[in-house]
């Protein structure tokens, strides 16, 4: 259970003490009251934290409300009996009997009422903290199994590409082995980082645009990537743009298709960055596997209200326009 730091202890103890002496310095002088208030503050932090401590932890707690309420009334015995017999109970309330047993039994009520509270609400916060800690661990699995589900995918198609040309000792397979270098290491070390430079991310996208045409793709001259806007102060979360464009090649017809197209356009503008992709399929093909499944996930955690996504599938062409807003400083609540 999260605790409340002492110093608002103290404060609240300090607040009883002078509502105590106020009610007894009309009767005392002015030692006698004070001396008078801290037996009274003294006997309702007993109760308090006995209560807090002992009676809720031990009783309640594990052995249900009917232990709880004979322990209240066993401790109200207890702290009654020498409270009434010694005679302080008619220093503090200078009454009879029957007043000064009930004026004790109304603070006895009063302060287990509140220790009651206390606890009832310091749990609560204690356990919606843990829930939203679980969430948030939650969250990390399934973005990580997100992350995890592209890359191997990716892995292993370049492997076989490469494998392809290595065996007819094609010129271009070692040029694709250090295309792939650099994209598993920037996916390696860049991709667990929750921001990189977008710059980065750039430049990542183009090492894939160039790895896929070394394949020699039927339409590789109707290949375009558009880019404006950038500098070095933008950041975005790693792996989100690269996913699309990987998406855009994995379900475009340009590899066997020569009048097939793919279109990349990033544009930024006061940190609103606007990406869009644009190609062609064959109707047959309409599949558009989980990558942006994938995204829209990602993006509803990373960019909550500051993303949108619109996606077109329409006559042979598939289109994704994305915009986010940019900033400087993380902005996850990992989050």
């Not at 066993?74 to 007043?99: C, K, Q």
């Not at 000064?100 to 606890?119: A, E, H, K, P």
């Not at 609103?272 to 599949?287: G, I």
Request: glycine share 4%; aromatic share 14%.
């Amino acid at each position: 259970m999260q605790k409340i730091k002492p110093i608002y202890h103290i404060l609240f103890w300090i607040f009883v003490f002078f509502f105590a002496f106020d009610l007894l310095e009309y009767a005392f002088d002015l030692l006698p009251a004070i001396g008078l208030s801290c037996v009274e503050v003294t006997i309702h932090a007993l109760i308090f934290y006995f209560n807090l401590h002992v009676l809720i932890p031990r009783i309640l707690v594990p052995k249900g409300s009917k232990l709880y309420i004979i322990g209240l009334f066993v401790f109200l015995i207890a702290i009654l009996l020498p409270y009434f017999y010694s005679g302080l109970g008619y220093y503090l309330i200078d009454e009879n009997e029957l007043r000064v047993i009930l004026g004790f039994l109304i603070n006895y009520i009063l302060f287990t009422l509140i220790s009651f509270l206390y606890w009832y609400f310091t749990l609560y916060h204690h356990e919606k903290h843990n829930r939203l800690a679980l969430h948030n661990e939650k969250l990390q699995a399934e973005l990580l199994f997100l992350k995890s589900q592209v890359s191997p995918h990716f892995l292993f198609n370049s492997l076989n590409n490469i494998y392809s040309l290595s065996v007819i000792k094609h010129d271009n397979a070692p040029v694709m082995i250090e295309k792939l270098s650099d994209i598993l290491r920037y996916v390696i070390y860049e991709g667990n980082k929750q921001e990189v430079m977008l710059e980065r991310e750039v430049e990542l996208i183009n090492n894939y645009i160039e790895l896929q045409l070394l394949k020699k793709l039927k339409a590789e001259k109707n290949i375009t990537i558009t880019v404006n806007g950038l500098n070095s102060s933008q950041k975005i979360t790693p792996l989100i743009l690269i996913n699309i464009v990987e998406n855009c090649f994995k379900h475009s017809d340009i590899a066997y298709n020569i009048d097939g197209f793919l279109k990349l356009k990033i544009f930024v503008e006061n940190n609103l960055l606007k990406f869009s992709t644009a190609n062609s399929f064959q109707e047959s093909n309409k599949k558009t596997g989980i990558g942006l499944e994938n995204i829209k996930k990602q993006l509803q955690y990373y960019y909550p209200k500051m993303h949108r996504v619109d996606i077109f599938n329409n006559n042979g062409i598939f289109k994704v326009e994305l915009q986010i807003e940019l900033t400087s400083s993380n902005r996850t609540h990992m989050r």
